[in-house]
Each structure stands twice: as C-alpha cells, then as structure tokens.
C-alpha cells in the first residue's frame, strides 16, 4: 500500500509509484479519484484501478499480466460461423453506454462487484474525450454482447465484456481483433489471467515485458478508432 501523504498528494496531482512497486498481488497503492487525468496518468504507466463498494480506491499493476496478442486470438470454427451470419451486427462506439451498463448488471450478480457508479460516470466521461471505446454486437435492434476500454499508446486496455446470447462477448471480441489488426496495435491487456481469455488465444507475460512494450513507439499517424 501506498503511504498517506503520497495517497494524499494524488487529490491534486497524478502521480504514482513505480508499477515495479506493486506487492506480490499487483497491488501498487490506493487512493487519489477517478480524474480523466488521473486515469490516463495510470493507463499511461500500465496501471488500473480494480475496487469493490468496500474498499479504497485500488489501483493495480500485476505481474504476470495477461495479454492477447491480435495474430494469437483463437477463432473456433463455430464463431467464425456465427460472425458470418447476417442476422448479426457489427460495430464501434454506437452503445458504449449501453454496453458500460449491461456489464454492470452482469457484475452485480457475482460476489464483489466493482462496476460501481463513480467508474461508469468515470469511463463515460473518458469515452465522451475520444479515451475509452466500444465494441458492440446487435441481433436485429437488440445488443446481445459487447466490451469496452481504454486506448493508449497503440494498447487496448480491455476493461469489461457481457453476453446476452452465446458467443456474444467473444464475437465482441473478434471484432476487437479486427481492429487490433487492421490499426497494428501493440496488444490487447486482459490484466488478470482466466481460463475463458486462455480459451481464445490469451496469454500471460513478465509485468516488466508488458511495460517494454508499452513504452515502444507506436505511430501518431495510425488512428486506433473510428
């Protein structure tokens, strides 16, 4: 955990402690607000903030960290059937609202949700900027899948993702990677590892990797989303 007084410095300035700081859980420290500047500063630095309604406000930097390369993602047979299919709809940045709000509702049925309603005002505000973007899946007028997250210096901080249907977070997904390489994207951050992101091609690399390839150059003329 971080210290008061450096907790206490960030009401007023973004500044946060080496990510190589962080405890053997990826905890770096806790504190500050949901600032837009405030959280570009800790997407900037490989950062996040990660909380439930009982805690601080945590902010996290894991190693390992877990990452989807673009030229990695596994595409079964059955999705790219279903991505074929004309009943569904693709697209980018036509429902982020709809999409922040329908991965809340999944997480409030788990144990420990943390899509509170300061991180939705916060990540809408982000998305209203040009910072945090949607992918979205329609069957008709209806959304049944989507993510959404934050772009950074040629890296897709993937924050969340819901399916109303089967396969709709992972053609969601697809469609991400559509993106990711069509625009050469660095890679796609997934933070923590599960089976369902190793399930479609996820990995997990050094938290000092992850922060290399964070920091290389990535063009200024490549526009991530449209």
Excluded: N
């Excluded at 080496?18 to 420290?29: F, N, R, T």
């Excluded at 980018?92 to 420990?112: T, Y």
């Excluded at 992972?170 to 069509?182: D, F, G, S, T, Y």
């Amino acid at each position: 955990m971080c210290r008061d007084d450096a907790v206490k410095a960030w009401l007023s300035s973004p500044v946060f402690p080496s990510p190589e700081q962080a405890d053997e859980h990826g905890l770096l420290c806790y504190g500050g607000e949901l600032s837009e500047a405030m959280l570009l500063e800790a997407y900037r630095i490989g950062v996040f903030p990660f909380y439930s309604a009982e805690d601080p406000l945590l902010w996290w930097s894991p190693d390992p960290r877990m990452v989807l390369f673009a030229d990695e993602f596994h595409c079964s047979r059955r999705l790219r059937r279903r991505l074929r299919q004309a009943r569904y709809r693709l697209t980018i940045d036509q429902a982020f609202e709809q999409v922040i709000h329908s991965c809340a509702d999944l997480r409030k049925q788990q144990k420990g949700a943390w899509l509170l309603p300061e991180m939705i005002k916060a990540y809408t505000h982000l998305h209203r900027r040009g910072y945090a973007h949607s992918f979205e899946v329609w069957q008709g007028d209806t959304l049944i899948g989507g993510l959404y997250g934050v772009f950074q210096h040629g890296v897709f901080f993937a924050e969340s993702m819901f399916s109303r249907q089967r396969d709709g977070s992972k053609m969601a997904m697809a469609h991400m990677v559509e993106k990711a390489r069509a625009d050469h994207w660095k890679l796609i951050d997934c933070q923590f590892y599960t089976d369902h992101l190793a399930s479609m091609g996820c990995r997990e690399i050094s938290r000092r990797q992850f922060l290399q390839l964070l920091a290389a150059p990535w063009p200024d003329s490549l526009r991530p989303i449209a």
